[in-house]
């Protein structure tokens, strides 16, 4: 969540939420952890992100099962070494759209 959040101050995106599966990484950022570890340091980091360098930013918890979607196109995404845009939805990911609406 950490390096996400770098990137997207570093390329200067504005009004982004942001869904991951971990509830206790959602909680914990927006909680009152407070512990000396290396993980709550990133958690810090984060925090401070979103409050100063992000503020329109927002990080939700979803259930990796309701967003089949996002996971295959995540677990995809390491095989594009550069920005890639795609003129037709790949096979797999129209599979997982067509299921979601019916």
């Not at 407070?34 to 990133?42: C, E, H, L, P, R």
């Not at 920005?83 to 790949?90: S, V």
């Amino acid at each position: 969540m950490l390096s996400t959040l770098q990137w997207a101050r570093d390329l200067q995106l504005v009004n982004m939420n942001f869904e991951m599966d971990s509830i206790t990484v959602v909680d914990n950022i927006y909680g009152k952890m407070q512990s000396v570890s290396d993980y709550s340091a990133i958690i810090n980091d984060c925090r401070r992100l979103i409050t100063c360098d992000l503020p329109n930013f927002d990080v939700k918890f979803i259930r990796t099962q309701a967003n089949k979607v996002a996971l295959n196109l995540a677990r995809d995404a390491p095989y594009y070494a550069s920005l890639h845009i795609f003129i037709k939805i790949p096979s797999g990911i129209s599979d997982l759209i067509m299921n979601e609406l019916h």
